[in-house]
């Protein structure tokens, strides 16, 4: 397993699942921190150390064994990938669901089987709640190939009043496409804003892999694709970068929290696996795209 916790004043490298579990029972909040690299050797029991926590932290127990059951018929091979599709599509329709159950059931997903929703072709995109608290509306027609759309509550004290304010969550169905973003910059979910652009001026206005999504049409992936890939920086580094980084059709998006010794430690980690990694001057996935394609994706 290899897995990072973006956390605020404790972000980390996590390699195995039994290191996880005791981060995880010392404090359950840091599961919304999670972002699962490589997975698919955690217990698939419903008395797993994570789906405590996900009860612990939304209590929405119906919900939570509904994907513990599509998990876990995967896993064994009694369902196959289309099927695990629909039946999350269904749930999703008939359930009700809070964010926080939407980062969970994408990491569990993707610590049980290493697959989480963008692996099986579809990606779902939030509101940031955060410009909700600015008084700001982003518009959904921004978001192509929705099949899905629910306003979540999101409640607010204000002034000894308990305020009622919605956020939109959407699923869609992704492109097909040659050029992979491997998205280990979000827990699944992806934070979608009026702009598509990058950046305006220099203030980064939107997600890198949403940009990606919805400029060049890529297919997003949480899973490894191949051996051969190229990583973002988390943040800019005064790093050697490789020259030869554009010949990968595979992209790396990091979490920006990230510091320099957790990248090193990643990139040895993943060079161990064998893999072929490339380090890029990119702190965003999206431009590092446009400047491989040469702007001819713009």
């Not at 972000?11 to 921190?33: C, G, P, V, Y």
């Not at 190939?145 to 009043?161: G, P, T, V, Y």
């Amino acid at each position: 397993m290899l897995a990072y916790i973006d956390y605020p004043e404790w972000r980390k490298l996590i390699e195995s699942t039994e290191e996880l579990d005791a981060l995880l029972s010392r404090n359950m909040r840091q599961a919304l921190s999670l972002i699962v690299m490589i997975g698919g050797d955690y217990d698939d029991s419903i008395n797993s150390t994570f789906l405590k926590v996900w009860n612990g932290l939304t209590g929405n127990k119906g919900f939570i064994e509904d994907v513990h059951a599509l998990s876990t018929q995967y896993r064994r091979g009694l369902i196959k990938a289309d099927e695990l599709t629909i039946g999350i599509i269904n749930l999703l329709n008939k359930r009700r669901f809070s964010l926080v159950d939407l980062i969970m059931m994408s990491n569990y997903m993707k610590l049980v089987n290493d697959i989480n929703l963008l692996d099986l072709g579809l990606m779902v995109l939030y509101e940031n709640p955060e410009s909700i608290l600015a008084g700001a509306k982003e518009p959904p027609d921004i978001i192509p190939n929705r099949i899905l759309s629910r306003e979540l509550e999101l409640d607010l004290e204000a002034r000894c009043m308990v305020v009622k304010r919605t956020f939109s969550v959407h699923v869609s169905r992704q492109y097909d496409s040659n050029i992979y973003v491997i998205d280990w910059s979000n827990p699944g979910v992806v934070p979608y804003s009026k702009f598509a652009v990058s950046r305006v001026g220099d203030v980064e206005v939107s997600d890198p892999v949403f940009s990606s999504f919805v400029r060049f049409r890529v297919r997003v992936v949480s899973k490894v694709v191949g051996k051969d890939f190229v990583l973002t920086l988390p943040k800019p580094l005064n790093i050697n970068a490789d020259m030869n980084y554009c010949s990968s059709n595979v992209f790396v998006s990091l979490p920006q929290s990230m510091n320099m010794a957790d990248y090193l430690s990643l990139v040895g980690k993943l060079r161990g696996l064998e893999y072929n990694v490339r380090i890029t001057p990119f702190t965003r996935v999206d431009e590092l795209i446009e400047d491989c394609s040469g702007g001819s994706l713009s």
